[in-house]
């Protein structure tokens, strides 16, 4: 079935660095659509931080815009996240995201989460 494997969130002091990485398997890298992150913290809704298409098309979070970067590897089926600069805003679980193309349905596919938390 169809994984995805996120790794190396954790602590981090405000104005620090983390990069998030996530890898999927189980699925034909061509039929992915799009990969990317969203987060969710505690009380809050999840939401959009970065979203990579097949088609080059990148779009971000408006509170992540400068400080966060996508970058996708379409042949290993790995999608990562460079945060600079964070802040304790940024603190929440973060989910790898996919959606396929199954030619007679598109699914979602989520990993489990990696927790980022940033102190002030």
């Known amino acids: 079935q169809v994984q995805l494997v996120e790794s190396g969130g954790g602590l981090v002091q405000a104005g620090g660095s983390l990069r998030l990485s996530c890898a999927a398997s189980g699925v034909i890298s061509s039929s992915i659509l799009s990969m990317g992150w969203y987060r969710q913290a505690p009380g809050n809704e999840r939401e959009l931080v970065a979203v990579?298409?097949?088609?080059?098309?990148?779009s971000y979070g408006d509170s992540v815009k400068g400080r966060l970067t996508i970058s996708r590897d379409v042949a290993k089926n790995t999608v990562s996240l460079q945060m600079n600069g964070l802040k304790p805003e940024d603190t929440a679980v973060y989910y790898c995201?996919?959606?396929?193309?199954?030619?007679?349905?598109?699914?979602?596919?989520w990993g489990q989460g990696t927790a980022v938390t940033v102190s002030s």
């Open positions: 995201y996919e959606n396929v193309d199954y030619n007679v349905e598109y699914l979602e596919h």
């Open positions: 990579r298409t097949s088609s080059g098309r990148t």
